[in-house]
């Protein structure tokens, strides 16, 4: 019967519209991207607003361009099988924004047939700070040890602490040089 035809039409249009709603307005970023390519085939406005991309140039990109070119080797190896990208498809990664500012992600995605492509869908959550404090305590559980052992001079310590702040503070750096060598 016509009427039941156009009332499951209908209830499949709303359907997709409630899922796109949900897609475009979910508070963590999703990326969906094609799996032979890397190409980016969609992502959700927190994803633009978290890489500062347009969804425009974001649909521009592959995944290799939102990664630093030396985690692009092994990216290649997981992505070789979908056998290999689901042992790995849970994963912290370092992500790049459209500002070449470094982030730490954790992604998990899932392969899925979208618009008769393979893809996975990724949704991303940014670990930058839980990693900067977990590095910083790692800097200063070394520095305590190095100062309870008496192996280093103090200056020592402290040249290495500085050290390990500039590796975490990229800005701090020059500051920190100036200070250190009177510069």
């Given at each position: 019967d016509a009427t039941e035809i156009n009332k499951s039409k209908a209830a499949v249009v709303e359907s997709e519209k409630l899922y796109r709603y949900l897609f475009d307005n979910n508070p963590v970023p999703i990326i969906i991207w094609d799996f032979?390519?890397?190409?980016?085939?969609?992502?959700?406005?927190?994803?633009?607003?978290?890489?500062?991309?347009?969804?425009?140039?974001?649909?521009?990109?592959?995944?290799?361009?939102?990664?630093p070119a030396e985690d692009i080797p092994l990216f290649e190896q997981i992505l070789q099988s979908e056998h290999n990208y689901n042992k790995y498809r849970q994963s912290a990664?370092?992500?790049?924004?459209?500002?070449g500012e470094l982030m730490y992600v954790?992604?998990?995605?899932?392969?899925?047939?979208?618009?008769?492509?393979?893809?996975?869908?990724?949704?991303?959550?940014?670990?930058?700070?839980?990693?900067?404090?977990q590095e910083l305590d790692t800097l200063e559980k070394q520095v305590l040890?190095?100062?309870?052992?008496?192996e280093k001079s103090l200056k020592?310590?402290?040249?290495?602490?500085?050290t390990?702040?500039?590796?975490?503070?990229?800005?701090?750096?020059?500051?920190?040089?100036?200070?250190?060598y009177g510069k």
């Open positions: 032979e390519t890397q190409e980016i085939i969609d992502c959700n406005a927190e994803a633009t607003r978290k890489y500062e991309y347009t969804k425009e140039e974001f649909k521009q990109l592959t995944l290799r361009d939102i990664r990664w370092r992500h790049l924004k459209k500002n954790n992604v998990q995605g899932e392969l899925i047939n979208y618009n008769g492509r393979r893809a996975s869908v990724a949704i991303v959550q940014d670990i930058t700070e839980v990693h900067y404090y040890e190095y100062s309870a052992k008496n020592d310590i402290i040249g290495f602490y500085l390990g702040i500039e590796s975490l503070h990229a800005g701090i750096k020059c500051a920190v040089l100036e200070k250190r």
